[in-house]
């Protein structure tokens, strides 16, 4: 795969496990920096929410946080697998964890806008 560059990118989310707390109205807006990837977003359940990644390779090693509707705060960490599909946008591929509440894990996808 190619050199990634997910500035100036906008995310949606296309699938999350049940105890994810992103939905379809969540927007990502993605930042890059060499190998340094951030994102802001919200919408939907999630009032503000920050990421901060490491690119290697095609894998995002994530750290996020963010402040929901429901007033919860929440923290995470995530393996992120990025592809590019037949348009040529970026497809990330999560595998995620709830740093604040053990075991609790999950899946989520999310496609380029």
Partial sequence: ???????????????NSENGKVNSNTIFKYQQ???LVTADYSGGTIKYGKIIA?????KLHMLYQCFTTNNELKAG???????????G???????WEW???PFE?????YKEV
């Fill in 1 to 15: 795969m190619g050199k990634i560059n997910f500035n100036n990118k906008t995310f949606l989310l296309v699938e």
């Fill in 33 to 35: 920096n060499g190998n």
């Fill in 54 to 58: 490491h690119l290697v390779d095609d």
């Fill in 77 to 87: 960490k995530a393996i992120a697998n990025v592809s590019i599909n037949t348009l």
């Fill in 89 to 95: 946008k970026i497809k990330l591929t999560l595998n």
């Fill in 99 to 101: 740093l604040n509440e």
């Fill in 105 to 109: 894990k999950g899946t989520s996808e």
